[in-house]
């Protein structure tokens, strides 16, 4: 994913892709992960194992993010988050999700003319239409003229899960969640 990241960019940001031998690029990904080798000693309190059920289960969180290529679209890919956030930032994602949200997962929010609301992430938009994703997942096409309003909050679809989980929940899965580092 880094590798990648670095070949490519990231779309929506000011970060370029750096095009390099690949031999050049897996030295940068190299002395990046070294950077981090201090945060590999962070003692994060939970049970990761434990962590791990919740997310399949109570938490229903593969509905959305994807973890090893298996889950959800909705949500970010979550393979490698032990390696990009802190548990500190995993557990604030988790308690209040709408502090910090990627442009990519905003909630867009469209009113028929003839009835009915669909809620999801935006993925495309010109003059004349828009395509989202729903709440279901499934890929959504409308012509604006056939909206009666498009709303585009600054707010997550993820919910906040501090009246899910417990406080000790809350910690097995912030250890579950930040033990995934993704292909090293």
Same mark, same amino acid.
């Given at each position: 994913? $880094? ?12 970060? &370029? ?25 962070? %003692? %994060? @309190?939970?049970? @990761? ?23 959800? +679209? ?5 393979? /490698? ?5 802190? &548990? ?6 988790? +308690?209040?999700?709408? =502090?910090?949200? =990627? =442009? ?13 609301? %669909? ?19 499934? $890929? ?14 600054? =707010?997550? $679809?993820?919910?906040?899960?501090? /009246? ?7 910690? /097995?899965?912030? @250890?579950?969640?930040?033990? +995934?580092?993704?292909?090293?």
């Amino acid at each position: 994913m $880094l590798f990648r990241n670095i070949l490519t960019g990231i779309r929506g940001t000011d970060m &370029p892709g750096v095009y390099r031998p690949d031999t050049e690029i897996w030295q940068v990904v190299s002395y990046v992960r070294s950077l981090s080798v201090g945060a590999q000693d962070v %003692v %994060v @309190a939970g049970n @990761a194992r434990s962590g791990s059920i919740l997310y399949r289960s109570k938490g229903e969180c593969s509905g959305c993010h994807r973890v090893g290529g298996r889950g959800g +679209l909705l949500g970010p890919d979550l393979s /490698d988050v032990g390696w990009i956030r802190s &548990p500190e930032h995993i557990e604030t994602s988790l +308690l209040r999700p709408g =502090d910090v949200v =990627d =442009d990519s997962y905003r909630k867009v929010a469209v009113e028929l003319k003839s009835g009915g609301e %669909v809620v999801g992430l935006l993925r495309n938009e010109s003059t004349y239409s828009i395509q989202m994703l729903d709440e279901t997942g499934k $890929l959504r096409s409308f012509e604006k003229s056939d909206l009666a309003s498009l709303d585009k909050p600054s =707010d997550s $679809l993820m919910p906040a899960f501090d /009246d899910l989980f417990s406080p000790g929940e809350i910690q /097995d899965l912030v @250890a579950y969640l930040y033990s +995934l580092k993704g292909e090293q």
